[in-house]
C-alpha cells in the first residue's frame, strides 16, 4: 500500500475546478487525522473542511481513480463525495403579512386569535397547560434564523464561512416560526414557544449546501448540547451518505431527539430521503387542512409522523409572515412536540418520546403507514399517558 502522502499527492487538489470534486475523508483516529492535515498542508493543500471531532476533512480531488486507493488506506475510514442537501420547501407565491407590533402580547384572552389552524389541529394548546417548552434547547439546521419580533434566538452558528447565522432565504425562519414563534407580535404562536432557539446555518441564501456543512452543525448541536434538532432538508437525487448517517448516530447516542423532514417527491417517490430515511431520525409526512396527506409529500418506508405542512403560515424576513407549504413545514411541529414532551416529563428518553408521539397520533383513514406513518400528530393527554 503507498504511502498516505504518495496518495494523497496524487489524487488531492489545491483548488476546485471542473475536473474536480469535493469529497471527504474520515480518519480511523486522532492521531490519523493530524497526520493527513500535516500532509495536506506540505503538499500546498488547504481543505475546505476539518472536522476534528469527526476526523473528517473535505479536499477537492481531480476527476480520476487515485482517490478509491485512498478509500483502501489503514488509516482512512471512508472516503466519498460531499453531496448536495437541499431544503425541503415548495416555492410559491402567497400572501406577506406585516408583523402587528402594537397588538397584545400573548394571554388567555388573545389566545385563539393567535392559534394558527395547524397548531391547534396537533392540540399543541392542550399541551401549554402542563408547559411550553421553557429551557428545551432546540437546533434548526437550516438557513439560518432571522430576527423577528416572534422569534427569541438564543445563538447560533455559521458552518458554511463562520459569519452571520442570520437567514438569507427565509425558510429556516418560517420553519424556527413553526417549532417556536412566541405570539409576542400578536400574529401567531408556535408550537412550543418558551424553548431556547438556536440557528444552525448550513443551508445558503438558495437553500442549497454540502453534507459537510451538515456534520459541522451536528457536532455543534452536539458540543452545545442540544436537545432536539430539526432538520427540513434532504439530500440531493438517490445517493446516500454514511458520513452523515455516521454524524447522525452520534448526535442519536447522546440522547439527541433528531426530526427530518420526509421530502416532496410526491406519491410515485417510493422511498423517502436522507436524512429523514435513517432510523435515527423521527421521519415526518405533511398533511393538508382536510386532514388528507398532501400530494406532493414523499411515501415509502420509515416515515414516523404526519403533521401539517399545506400552506402554512409562519415568520418570514424582514418581521414578515408568509404562507408556505413542504414537508419542511411539518417536521418542525414534530420537533416542537417533542421539545413540549421534553419539557413535561423530564428524564424522558428519546426512544420514549418517539413511543409517545406515535401512540398518541390520530390515524388517517384511507392511507398506509408508508403515507402517514402512525398519523397525525396529537399533543393533546401527552403527560396523562404512559
Known amino acids: 500500500m503507498p504511502k498516505l502522502k504518495s496518495i494523497l499527492k496524487s489524487c488531492a487538489s489545491c483548488k476546485a475546478s471542473r475536473q474536480t470534486n469535493r469529497k471527504l475523508i474520515t480518519l480511523r483516529s486522532s492521531q490519523s487525522y493530524k497526520r493527513c492535515l500535516k500532509q495536506l498542508k506540505e503538499l500546498g493543500i488547504n481543505p475546505f473542511k476539518k472536522v476534528s471531532s469527526s476526523r473528517i476533512i473535505g479536499c477537492h480531488f481531480h476527476n480520476n481513480k487515485v482517490w478509491k486507493t485512498l478509500a483502501l488506506h489503514p488509516q482512512v475510514t471512508l472516503v466519498e463525495k460531499d453531496l448536495r442537501i437541499r431544503a425541503h420547501g415548495i416555492k410559491k407565491t402567497m400572501p406577506v403579512y406585516r408583523s402587528g407590533q402594537s397588538r397584545p402580547l400573548l394571554t388567555p384572552a388573545t389566545l385563539p386569535a393567535l392559534v394558527t389552524w395547524n397548531i391547534s389541529r396537533i392540540k399543541a394548546p392542550d399541551a401549554w397547560q402542563t408547559t ?131 421530502g416532496n417527491s410526491g406519491r410515485a417517490s417510493g422511498q423517502i430521503d436522507e436524512p429523514a430515511s435513517f432510523q435515527e431520525t423521527i421521519a415526518v409526512a405533511a398533511s393538508t387542512r382536510m386532514n388528507q396527506v398532501a400530494d406532493f409529500s414523499s411515501r415509502g418506508s420509515g416515515i414516523g409522523l404526519t403533521a401539517p405542512g399545506e400552506n402554512i403560515k409562519s415568520t418570514w424576513l424582514n418581521g414578515t409572515y408568509k404562507k408556505l407549504s413542504g414537508t419542511s413545514m411539518s417536521s418542525p411541529h414534530v420537533t416542537g412536540g417533542a421539545a413540549l414532551l421534553l419539557a413535561g416529563g423530564p428524564g424522558l428518553t428519546p426512544a420514549k418520546i418517539r413511543t409517545k408521539l406515535r401512540k398518541r397520533a390520530l390515524k388517517l383513514p384511507n392511507y398506509p403507514s408508508t403515507a402517514q406513518g402512525a398519523g397525525l400528530l396529537q399533543l393533546n393527554d401527552m403527560f396523562n399517558r404512559k
Open 132 to 262: 411550553r417548552g421553557r429551557s428545551i434547547k432546540v437546533a434548526i439546521l437550516d438557513t439560518g434564523i432571522a430576527n423577528h419580533p416572534d422569534l427569541r434566538i438564543a445563538g447560533g452558528i455559521n458552518t458554511i464561512n463562520g459569519g452571520s447565522y442570520a437567514d438569507d432565504n427565509g425558510h429556516g425562519t418560517h420553519v424556527a416560526g413553526i417549532a417556536s414563534a412566541i405570539g409576542n407580535a400578536g400574529n401567531m404562536t408556535g408550537t412550543a414557544p418558551e424553548v431556547q432557539l438556536y440557528a444552525v446555518k448550513a443551508l445558503d441564501e438558495n437553500g442549497d449546501g454540502y453534507v459537510s456543512d451538515i456534520i459541522e452543525g451536528i457536532n455543534w448541536c452536539i458540543k452545545n448540547r442540544m436537545q432536539v434538532i430539526n432538520m427540513s432538508f434532504g439530500i440531493l437525487g438517490s445517493e446516500s451518505s454514511g458520513t452523515l448517517h455516521a454524524a447522525i448516530k452520534r448526535a442519536a447516542k447522546q440522547g439527541i431527539i433528531i426530526v427530518a423532514s420526509a
